[in-house]
């Protein structure tokens, strides 16, 4: 996100808008709003529908058989997309 505009703090790094300081519910729309609309940003999409929009912060401490493989497997799906987004992106001195 710091590539594509998002402005972080400098004494810590934190984003300076409080927005960009989001879970994983949140910043994939964040992300997409910093990426949209850069030439550079073009080849590091994401798919427009968050696989995360039915997670929520309070699961963080839900017990583990709360869930199922169904429900979290898109997760873990996602998880690998975007770690391979940022590598591919620090790979071309973007990130």
Known sequence: MIAFGMKPRPADGAPENREDKAHVDKVWVRYEAYRSGQVQGVQY???SSSPFDDWKVSQRYAPENHFDRARVEPHH???HQVNALIKSAETAGLG
């Open 45 to 47: 999409g994401l798919p």
């Open 77 to 79: 799906t996602a998880a």
